[in-house]
């Protein structure tokens, strides 16, 4: 089964900070690979996702991340926070299940908190 | 192009009891999975449905089951509520096979 694993439950930066969202998955075949943020008392809204083309990929609201097959990481960045930024973000991992279907599997998730 | 719709937002139930939850699919999608999202973690596929069919499942019991209508909306139903099922459920629909999905608001469940 595949997994995901997101080092740090808590990240804390200035505003105008570069930020740095750790994930590393485990996946025996070529993964697809999402991030979502997570606003209190909200559902999730899709940031970007990975998906075998570039291995840089950019998102919304400045985001982006890098695929690194070699560390198994795909860790999201902006280069300068915003107060706005503020939420919980969650890194998934799509399965293919053999029956046809997909699921994602969701590391546990960072909390961001942007001080001014 | 509406979103995903789940109802209700909130409610509170006692344990033992049984709980109906709706998700109203995206227009266009086909597929619908739930995700339970207990607190401080991340969420946790409990079943998928496509064409009115349960096509895969979690490590979730028995007592979580669902359905599917024609429109592609869906139910989550919950028998012999535990203080455990409490937890923010999250619907999701998207085209089979996408691998990802849009997701609702999600409805947050307390089992007093």
């Known amino acids: 089964a595949q997994s995901v694993t997101q080092l740090g439950s808590h990240v804390s930066v200035s505003e105008g900070a570069l930020v740095l969202l750790r994930c590393n998955y485990s996946s025996s075949v070529p993964p697809y690979l999402f991030w979502y943020v997570q606003y209190p008392n909200q559902g999730l809204q899709l940031l970007l996702k990975y998906t075998s083309a570039a291995t840089l990929v950019k998102g919304i609201n400045g985001f982006e991340a890098e695929f690194k097959k070699s560390e198994t990481s795909f860790h999201l960045t902006k280069p300068s926070a915003h107060m706005s930024d503020a939420a919980e973000y969650f890194c998934?991992?799509?399965?293919?299940?053999?029956?046809?279907?997909?699921?994602?599997?969701f590391g546990k998730g960072t909390m961001l908190l942007v001080s001014p | 192009e509406t979103g995903v719709t789940q109802s209700p937002t909130h409610l509170i139930k006692t344990r033992g009891q049984q709980v109906t939850l709706r998700c109203s699919s995206q227009s266009g999608h086909n597929t619908v999975s739930w995700y339970q999202q207990a607190l401080g973690q991340g969420p946790q596929f409990i079943f998928q449905?496509?064409?009115?069919?349960?096509?895969g499942r979690g490590n979730f019991p028995p007592r979580f089951s669902g359905l599917q209508f024609p429109n592609y909306s869906s139910e989550l139903n919950v028998n012999a509520l535990e203080l455990d099922d409490s937890a923010l459920y999250l619907c999701?629909?998207?085209?089979?096979?996408?691998?990802?999905?849009?997701f609702g608001s999600g409805t947050r469940l307390t089992v007093v």
């Open positions: 999701a629909s998207s085209l089979a096979g996408q691998g990802t999905g849009t």
């Open positions: 998934a991992v799509s399965e293919f299940k053999n029956s046809g279907y997909s699921t994602l599997t």
């Open positions: 449905y496509y064409r009115e069919e349960e096509n």
